[in-house]
């Protein structure tokens, strides 16, 4: 062990790797367990996203790309901001990445120096802190609160903001709470001074409202953003990030140093994607509708807190401090006794303790009855 490095020994690992290994092992044992723990798309990624990436494959694209990405795909980029959002990006802007998480590592390395802070929300997907501890950096909370549907406060992130702080992180819609920030708040934090990254993976994934990207409000701010989950395809491992002009060149040099660039067969299903999946698209998130309506009716009729409803990603964080203290220890009881995954809220910060975060990326029958389950549960427990 004196071998590793600190920061080797000190990241934290994935909670709901916990959870799903320990499920695995009851599957294993012959249970059947419901999974409500998944933080990825139940849907198969769409034909024409699949047929583009055999085309590639037989015209022989099997090579490095550019290391920003091939140009198809970060023009395609610029137009869906564009019709999107109104905003006018340019092909020199965009890096095209191997999904959002190399993304965010990549931006936190060109903005963070060891001792630097970076503003995050608790909860907050728990990758965030822990990028920012291994680049010797410092996580700064500001606590989001479930009356408020867990919307972040302008004003409480401008009393953390200090000389250290290099940038503020937001995720809307939001993992794990499914929180939609208003374009207004979005549009308040990025007046506070220090750039915003705005992680907007969960972007399309909105019901009944339309997400605000933070290129609207600021031309100095960074986006983050990936095909993992509005098109289904967390295995093609595809993202990209958007930055202002000065910062693309240093970019690209952590890229072509690391990563040399993003898959070519991904990179052209990736184009697919944003030109011809739309149907598709609009197809799985009225499944998804569903499903959340559903969920949001259920938990609060079992006594789950949840006084806000969720407009986005496929995540709700419920309150079930009633029930434990640890959310950790309960999560473990939920899947043993009731046979349901659940991911325990203190995956997502201090502040989630106490929670507990349901995904409805499965399926309407699963999602009955693992939260039938979650009702025979209750009523033995009381
Ligand atoms: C908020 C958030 N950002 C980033 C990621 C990473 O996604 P990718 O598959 O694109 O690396 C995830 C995955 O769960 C996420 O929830």
Known sequence: MSR?????????PFIV???????????????????LEIGEPDFP????????????????????????????????????????YGVHIGPDQVVVTSGTSPALLMIFSALLEAGDEIIISDPHYPCYPNFANF??????????????GFQLRPDEIKKRIGPRTKAILINSPSNPTGNLLSGER??????????????????????????????????KAFVLNGFSKLYAMTGWRLGYLIAPPGFIRPLQKIQQNFFISAGSVSQWAGLAALTE???????MKKTYNQRRKYMIQRVRELGFGLPVEPDGAFYMLVNAKQLASSS??????????????????ID???NAEGYLRLSYANSLENIKEGLKRLEEFLKGRY
């Open 45 to 84: 990624t769409p034909a024409c996203v699949c047929e583009a990436a055999k085309e590639a494959i037989e015209k022989g694209e099997s090579h490095y790309t550019h290391s920003l990405g091939i140009i198809e795909l970060r023009e395609a980029i610029c137009e869906h901001y564009n019709k999107r």
């Open 348 to 350: 997502f910060g201090q």
């Open 328 to 345: 950790y220890e309960l999560a473990f009881e939920i899947l043993e006794r009731a046979k349901v995954g659940v991911t325990p809220g």
């Open 4 to 12: 590793l490095t600190k920061r080797a020994q000190e990241i934290p």
């Open 135 to 148: 680049l010797g950096a410092r996580p700064v909370f500001v606590n989001a609160y479930e009356e408020d």
């Open 186 to 219: 979005i549009e308040k934090i990025a007046a506070l001074g220090p750039p915003v990254i705005s992680d907007e993976i969960y972007h399309g994934l909105v019901y009944g409202k339309k997400e605000n990207s933070v290129l609207e409000f600021s031309d």
């Open 277 to 283: 999946a739309q149907d598709d698209v609009e197809r």
């Open 17 to 35: 790797m916990d959870i799903l290994e320990k499920a695995h092992e009851l599957e294993r044992q012959g249970g059947h367990v419901i999974h």
